[in-house]
């Protein structure tokens, strides 16, 4: 009899826990879309034991064949730093896709313990916002009031003007001084826009009054467009908290202590659009004042699009501020950050930065930390970051480190944290000068790694035939032994600087550097070593992906502000 009641309780045990590790599928939601990517999440219930996996595949609306993505993120939500809770999900991007375009997304969640399902979504890619074609012209120059808004006669300063504008306006603003901080209260609509553009007779200035006013607060508004103006010596350039559908486009922005900032959490950024400007403070390089407190863009919400900016002389050149999540940065320049160049600190889901140039920064990409995830670091160049290219602090979960290139001084990939969550990194080549080609968990104390996958990259040696890799507690001296002993870097391989096409030097961490061309010799080391990743090297040339930012013979990427 006990045998039998014992069978029936273990019978019992079995069937709870096996319905616990069973996935429910719940909601699955479409992400605000950017420019050029789309994102989802598909909540679930169960799953406990977070095997739950995901397939995404898009197409164009009308076209017939399915394109396969990468494969949907199950999102971890154990053990996120601060306690912070989120709900189980998984979650992924489709990148490079066309603006304004239509698309179907389709989706498909299974789990091996039970449970799946397939749903087909239809997403809209952002349009660039513009100038309605109908746009009614006012003309402002500087003054104290007055005008009628005409060519002839323009209002005289902001105040008059915010009396007249309304939803599709052109406002276009004269060579001259205005003093702020001007407030901007009145909203454009969807489609329908005000802009506020440079006129073309002569630099129209925007100046603050240095760390104690602000240039222009415009927060609150909605669907307003800034383009060809100069904003400089403010607090913030854009005090721009809790705006919607703000562009940004081909301005200068100097000697403020934060050129776009929109952080209130109680109101979400929503739908950014900020490209083609060039944003320079006044941080010195090297690093000679410690972590200064000077930011180029600071921006919380969703559906944002950063591209092809320069940002120089900053303490980070970029960041996030929680809420944060399904936004892009790509295709940026990215220079002599004292702090960091892109923070993707406090997102959630679907943040990404890809193919941005980074040179000169004391960190490259930050993830301290990230809730979750999937955060995306693709396709950046790194050259000369003083501390390590990527920056895993923090306990972050949920981290896609896909083709990038990192040639520095010193170590060349370091991290310190109490744990490391759900960490995939492919196809990327970090090439440095000391101690271990990789120091992963160098923090003293406790550390646990979990689903941490780091597999088909290339790393230099040390000089220190000692030394190559410290992951963990274990030390290994080669890369043979990696392979032999360890979980990971089954296919790893050793690169020098040889295998770039042009000359390559390591930096001088004391000195401003000029980006390398960091493109692949034919033959090297790092050529046909990757794995082949859906939508991120699809249509590589050879036998199969080169590692790093550049697969060979691509023509470099547009970064920076793009000619007209």
Same mark, same amino acid.
């Given at each position: 009899m006990r045998v039998i009641v014992a069978g029936l309780v273990g019978a019992l045990l079995s069937r709870s826990l096996l319905a616990g590790n069973a996935m429910t599928p719940g909601r699955l939601v479409p992400e605000p879309p950017t420019l050029i990517c789309l994102g989802v999440c598909w909540y679930i219930q169960g799953d406990d034991n977070c095997n739950a996996t995901g397939e995404l595949t898009y197409r164009k609306a009308g076209e017939d064949a399915w394109r396969k993505a990468l494969p949907l993120l199950r999102v971890d939500p154990r053990k996120l730093y601060g306690g912070r809770q989120i709900e189980p999900m998984l979650a992924g991007t489709v990148f490079d896709l066309a603006p304004g375009t239509d698309y179907e997304l389709k989706v498909r969640i299974s789990d091996p313990d039970g449970g799946e399902a397939e749903q087909v979504v239809r997403q809209r890619t952002r349009s660039e916002p513009q100038t309605p074609r109908d746009a009614r012209e006012l003309h402002v120059a500087p003054g104290d009031g007055g005008g009628s808004g005409t060519k002839a006669d323009p209002f005289k300063g902001f105040a008059a003007l915010q009396k007249a504008v309304q939803?599709?306006? &052109?406002?276009?603003?004269?060579?001259?001084? #205005?003093?702020?901080?001007?407030?901007?209260?009145?909203?454009?609509?969807?489609?329908? /826009?005000?802009? #506020?553009?440079?006129?073309?007779?002569?630099?129209?200035?925007? +100046?603050?009054?240095?760390?104690?006013?602000?240039?222009?607060?415009? #927060?609150?508004?909605?669907?307003?467009?800034? +383009?060809?103006?100069?904003?400089?010596?403010?607090?913030?350039?854009?005090?721009?908290?809790?705006?919607?559908? &703000?562009?940004?486009?081909?301005?200068?922005?100097?000697?403020?202590?934060?050129?776009?900032?929109?952080?209130?959490?109680?109101?979400?950024?929503?739908?950014?659009?900020?490209?083609?400007?060039?944003?320079?403070?006044?941080?010195?390089? /090297?690093?000679?004042?410690?972590?200064?407190?000077? +930011?180029?863009?600071?921006?919380?919400?969703?559906g944002h699009a950063v591209a092809y900016n320069r940002i120089t002389n900053c303490g980070d050149c970029f960041s996030f501020r929680d809420p944060a999540s399904a936004s892009d940065v790509y295709n940026n320049v990215l220079e002599?950050?004292?702090?960091?160049?892109?923070?993707?600190? +406090?997102?959630?889901?679907?943040?990404?930065?890809?193919?941005?140039?980074?040179?000169?920064?004391?960190?490259?990409?930050?993830?301290? /930390?990230?809730?979750?995830?999937?955060? #995306?670091?693709i396709r950046n160049a790194f050259y000369n970051t003083v501390g390590s290219p990527l920056k895993l602090h923090n306990e972050p979960s949920g981290i896609v480190i896909l083709h990038n290139t990192s040639v520095k001084s010193a170590q060349a990939f370091e991290t310190w944290t109490k744990s490391l969550r759900n960490v995939l990194a492919r196809n990327n080549l970090f090439l440095g000068t000391e101690r271990y080609a990789a120091e992963v968990g160098t923090g003293k104390g406790e550390f646990e790694m979990a689903n941490v996958d780091f597999d088909y990259n290339g790393y230099s040696k040390s000089p220190d035939a000692t030394r190559f890799m410290k992951w963990g507690d274990a030390r290994y001296a080669t890369i043979e032994e990696v392979r032999q002993k360890a979980a990971i870097e089954k296919h790893g391989v050793i690169v020098a600087l040889d295998i770039f096409a042009s000359k390559v030097l390591f930096p001088d961490p004391s000195a401003r550097c000029r980006p390398p061309d960091l493109r692949l010799r034919e033959g090297s080391a790092a050529c046909d070593a990757g794995q082949v990743l859906p939508n991120i090297n699809d249509g590589f040339g050879g036998k199969a992906p080169d590692l790093g930012a550049y697969e060979l013979g691509d023509k470099l990427p547009h970064y920076g502000p793009r000619p007209e």
């Amino acid at each position: 009899m006990r045998v039998i009641v014992a069978g029936l309780v273990g019978a019992l045990l079995s069937r709870s826990l096996l319905a616990g590790n069973a996935m429910t599928p719940g909601r699955l939601v479409p992400e605000p879309p950017t420019l050029i990517c789309l994102g989802v999440c598909w909540y679930i219930q169960g799953d406990d034991n977070c095997n739950a996996t995901g397939e995404l595949t898009y197409r164009k609306a009308g076209e017939d064949a399915w394109r396969k993505a990468l494969p949907l993120l199950r999102v971890d939500p154990r053990k996120l730093y601060g306690g912070r809770q989120i709900e189980p999900m998984l979650a992924g991007t489709v990148f490079d896709l066309a603006p304004g375009t239509d698309y179907e997304l389709k989706v498909r969640i299974s789990d091996p313990d039970g449970g799946e399902a397939e749903q087909v979504v239809r997403q809209r890619t952002r349009s660039e916002p513009q100038t309605p074609r109908d746009a009614r012209e006012l003309h402002v120059a500087p003054g104290d009031g007055g005008g009628s808004g005409t060519k002839a006669d323009p209002f005289k300063g902001f105040a008059a003007l915010q009396k007249a504008v309304q939803p599709g306006d &052109l406002v276009l603003v004269h060579a001259g001084t #205005y003093k702020g901080p001007i407030q901007l209260t009145r909203s454009g609509e969807e489609g329908r /826009p005000i802009t #506020y553009r440079g006129a073309g007779d002569g630099e129209a200035i925007f +100046e603050g009054g240095g760390d104690d006013g602000d240039v222009l607060v415009i #927060y609150g508004t909605r669907h307003l467009i800034f +383009e060809r103006l100069t904003l400089r010596s403010g607090l913030r350039a854009f005090h721009a908290n809790g705006c919607q559908g &703000l562009t940004v486009r081909r301005c200068t922005i100097t000697r403020c202590r934060f050129g776009i900032r929109a952080i209130d959490a109680r109101s979400p950024a929503r739908d950014f659009t900020i490209t083609d400007n060039a944003i320079a403070s006044t941080t010195t390089w /090297p690093r000679t004042k410690g972590i200064e407190d000077i +930011e180029g863009l600071e921006i919380n919400g969703t559906g944002h699009a950063v591209a092809y900016n320069r940002i120089t002389n900053c303490g980070d050149c970029f960041s996030f501020r929680d809420p944060a999540s399904a936004s892009d940065v790509y295709n940026n320049v990215l220079e002599a950050a004292t702090d960091d160049a892109i923070e993707l600190d +406090e997102t959630t889901h679907n943040a990404r930065a890809f193919r941005n140039r980074i040179t000169d920064c004391h960190m490259g990409v930050t993830t301290q /930390p990230v809730w979750g995830g999937p955060a #995306y670091i693709i396709r950046n160049a790194f050259y000369n970051t003083v501390g390590s290219p990527l920056k895993l602090h923090n306990e972050p979960s949920g981290i896609v480190i896909l083709h990038n290139t990192s040639v520095k001084s010193a170590q060349a990939f370091e991290t310190w944290t109490k744990s490391l969550r759900n960490v995939l990194a492919r196809n990327n080549l970090f090439l440095g000068t000391e101690r271990y080609a990789a120091e992963v968990g160098t923090g003293k104390g406790e550390f646990e790694m979990a689903n941490v996958d780091f597999d088909y990259n290339g790393y230099s040696k040390s000089p220190d035939a000692t030394r190559f890799m410290k992951w963990g507690d274990a030390r290994y001296a080669t890369i043979e032994e990696v392979r032999q002993k360890a979980a990971i870097e089954k296919h790893g391989v050793i690169v020098a600087l040889d295998i770039f096409a042009s000359k390559v030097l390591f930096p001088d961490p004391s000195a401003r550097c000029r980006p390398p061309d960091l493109r692949l010799r034919e033959g090297s080391a790092a050529c046909d070593a990757g794995q082949v990743l859906p939508n991120i090297n699809d249509g590589f040339g050879g036998k199969a992906p080169d590692l790093g930012a550049y697969e060979l013979g691509d023509k470099l990427p547009h970064y920076g502000p793009r000619p007209e």
